[in-house]
Structures are given as C-alpha cells and as structure tokens.
C-alpha cells in the first residue's frame, strides 16, 4: 500500500455563480467572504448540492441569497479551477441569466443585502474582494477583458494565490 493509497477523500467544492443584470445595472450580495470575516459585494451564488445539476443548484442560490427566481442560464461566462489546502480542486462556473422575476428579499442568513448596482458602481464593489481568486475572473469578464467562457487556473498556498493559467 503507498501512501497515496491510504490518504482521506476529500469532497470536492463545485460553486455556482449567476450574473443577473437588469438593464445597465448588475445584481450583487453583501456577505462575509473577506479573508477576515469582513462583509463584501460579489456576485450571487453557492454550493452545488449533492444530486444537482449545475442550472438547478443556481436556480436554489439565486433564490434563497435575493429571493429572485431566474430561468435557465443563457450562456456560460467564466469557469474558475481552483486548488486550495482547504478545498482540493475546487470549480466554480459563473453563468449569464437573462430571465428573472420576483422582489429582492433575502433568505438566506449569510445574506446581508442584495441590489442592483450601476456596472461602474458595482464594479468598483467587486474590486473590494480580497480574493484575487474571486475578484480577477469577475472583474474581467464584466469589464470585457476577457471572453465569455474563459477558465482561470489559481493554485492557492496560504495566502498565496498564483494564477496559473488562463484561456
């Protein structure tokens, strides 16, 4: 037996992420996501649950961080791989929703608001995230710097995230 053999399983993340625009205006969360517990703006979204697809899993977070109810996605925006300590190959796909209905009203705890910022506005929010691993794939495929569909590679040691690659 090596050691390979008898190392634990760890689960993996898979993340989704929903881009939801109305008119010139982009939806964002409040939350906790500083790497000190501060209380950031980024995009909505969350964990793939067992058993879920990535469109249903979106549908839920959508739901339960802005209380909005999206339809399908209407096209994939970035895909971010990831590789952490804490969360060996980590995914997280971001999509475009053109379709959404209902009232901002959060249910989730962790949720401290939602709104609809101006895209300067809420891109200025977004370059707050600490977490280049978070903020580079966002903040780039809003301002289009990068094209629909763009997967980002970070490998993350301590608070050393490098980017590895990019295509």
Known sequence: MTVADTK????????VIGIIRRGNEILLV?????TDGEVLWSLPGGGVEDGE???EALRREVQEETG????DPARTAFLVHADSEQHPSALAAAFE?????????P???????????LL?????????????TQREPIVSYLTGAVAPGTTWLYRNRGKKETLVARW
């Open 97 to 105: 929703v053109e379709q959404c209905s209902g009232d901002l009203a």
């Open 68 to 71: 909005l109810l999206i339809g």
């Open 53 to 55: 697809l990535l469109h």
């Open 120 to 132: 300067p506005d809420a891109l200025e929010l977004l370059g707050e995230l600490d977490s280049a």
């Open 8 to 15: 634990a399983a760890i689960p993996r993340v898979q993340l």
């Open 107 to 117: 249910q989730d705890d962790d949720i401290e608001q939602a709104a609809f910022f």
């Open 30 to 34: 409040r939350e906790s996501l500083g």
